[in-house]
């Protein structure tokens, strides 16, 4: 028996990336994907999947306010997706199989989908269960790749005040001779400091330096794009593009999973 399963992400390039790993694992039936929480809410409710990979922060709501909006099936097992590790414990308040933080490796993403299977063969709650718990300890333990010291807010003087600035907010960061220019979507700031220590301050599992000019917020992508000769641009949710260096190619894609 095949498991059926939505793909809900407002980002075209996370879902294309969890319907390409899909396709290795015959077992699992993709019915469709969703770009915003109310079109997930309509498909859910249409096709009641038996799991669904399901993105914390769409533009139109959160995934948990696309739960609360339904009767959703105790069959129906929910992995949560997103860049931002604090909502990790809520999500187990809405019973999640698992949480993925982006961008995770396929070998993370195999083992969420090789447990749903197992527990699909098993028909028990009680894999269920003993998975609960074994999310929930390595959710409070300290990962030893994972960088724990990075700052949810930016603090930049403008004039005689300092504006805190969420990281979550920065878009993209670019070089200008010994500053740094912050971009948000609605403001820019100016901080005198190099991209070097900036990066050691912004979450690793969101942010990567693609240039030494550049740094980009990899969940406000919108677009890659290859040239005939092998160059690589990001083209980011405002419509600005970058170019990818041959410096730090490997690493940005590696980080984004490809």
């Known amino acids: 028996m095949q498991i059926t399963t939505l793909i809900i992400d407002d980002e075209p390039l996370a879902r294309q990336r969890i319907r390409n790993l899909l396709t290795d694992r015959s077992q699992i039936q993709i019915l469709d994907e969703c770009r915003t929480g109310s079109e997930a809410i309509s498909k859910i409710e249409a096709y009641t999947p038996d799991l669904i990979f399901l993105d914390i922060q769409m533009k139109d709501m959160t995934g948990f306010e696309v739960l609360e909006k339904l009767k959703i099936s105790k069959k129906t097992l929910i992995v949560f997706v997103t860049a931002y590790d604090e909502f990790a414990l809520k999500a187990f308040d809405y019973l999640a199989f698992d949480y993925l933080l982006k961008p995770f490796k396929?070998?993370?993403?195999?083992?969420?989908?090789?447990?749903?299977?197992?527990?699909?063969?098993?028909?028990?709650?009680?894999?269920?269960?003993?998975?609960?718990?074994?999310?929930?300890?390595?959710?409070?333990?300290?990962?030893?790749d994972v960088q724990q010291d990075f700052s949810f807010n930016l603090p930049i003087r403008t004039g005689n005040k300092v504006h805190f600035v969420a990281t979550s907010d920065i878009i993209y960061i670019t070089a200008s001779s010994y500053y740094a220019e912050i971009h948000t979507e609605h403001k820019k700031y100016v901080l005198r400091a190099s991209l070097t220590k900036l990066i050691q301050k912004l979450n690793p599992n969101t942010f990567v330096r693609i240039h030494r000019s550049t740094i980009i917020n990899t969940v406000c992508m919108s677009e890659l794009i290859h040239s005939n000769f092998g160059e690589l641009d990001v083209k980011m949710k405002d419509h600005k593009m970058f170019r990818v260096s041959k410096t730090y190619k490997k690493e940005f894609l590696n980080k984004i999973g490809m």
């Open 106 to 144: 396929d070998e993370r993403f195999y083992k969420t989908v090789d447990h749903i299977i197992d527990h699909h063969a098993q028909g028990s709650h009680k894999a269920f269960n003993e998975r609960l718990d074994q999310l929930l300890t390595m959710i409070k333990t300290p990962q030893n």
